[in-house]
């Protein structure tokens, strides 16, 4: 079992470019999540996605889009490039239900640096 | 103040030791999740609880629901146990605390 795939791994950009980071995962969850983990602070909620065609925002969504076309695949997008999103990047999925909570499933993490 | 927060930030121990890792938060939650992030990045579930206790081999994880805080053991901890060690509270969204960084040395 794959689990929650992401990619790239590693990945520079310069400023003000753009690009898209995968993420699928193969267990058939329906809810998925796209977080970022800062030095020394918590992991942060950019979006989330309750099922397919469905997206919200969580804590820090600037500068972010997202779409869930497929159950599968929750993609997400950085189209102005800037140093504060530096980051590494964790999506996660769950078979989250309702009043029922649910181990959360993690990437292996995209790390990016803008410069 | 944070929501979520974990003691200490740092441990060091000698293969073998008992140890401890705190975590207190300020919301109302349905669960609580402990996690495990290796050196290479990858985040692990280790276990999510809402009372009580429970246990996976030499780790423990417990909750006091009235008091706001939970206790992750690792009993006769071993060099494979270095990594970090983080709460989550589950809200309906994750709030997530900066960790507890275990290093075990032989």
């Known amino acids: 079992n794959a689990g929650v795939t992401q990619t790239p791994k590693f990945r520079i950009l310069k400023i003000g470019q753009s690009m898209t980071l995968q993420c699928a995962q193969d267990?058939?969850?329906?809810?998925m999540y796209w977080y970022r983990q800062d030095p020394g602070m918590g992991l942060k909620l950019i979006y989330y996605s309750v099922g397919a065609g469905i997206t919200d925002k969580g804590e820090v969504p600037n500068g972010y889009n997202v779409s869930r076309s497929t159950t599968e695949d929750f993609p997400l997008r950085l189209e102005l490039a800037a140093p504060s999103q530096t980051s590494v990047y964790f999506c996660a999925s769950s078979n989250r239900q309702y009043h029922s909570n649910q181990p959360q499933h993690f990437g292996d993490g995209t790390r990016l640096s803008i410069l | 103040k944070n929501e979520v927060e974990q003691s200490p930030q740092n441990l060091t121990a000698q293969e073998g030791e008992f140890i401890t890792i705190n975590c207190s938060y300020s919301v109302g939650i349905s669960a609580l999740h402990w996690l495990q992030q290796h050196p290479g990045g990858g985040i692990v579930s280790l276990f999510m609880l809402s009372s009580g206790k429970k246990k996976h081999g030499r780790l423990i994880a417990t909750i006091n629901i009235q008091e706001k805080h939970s206790s992750l053991h690792i009993t006769a901890s071993h060099p494979r146990d270095s990594a970090v060690y983080i709460c989550a509270v589950d809200t309906d969204k994750l709030i997530f605390g900066t960790g507890t960084r275990l290093q075990v040395f032989p």
């Open positions: 267990m058939n969850h329906n809810y």
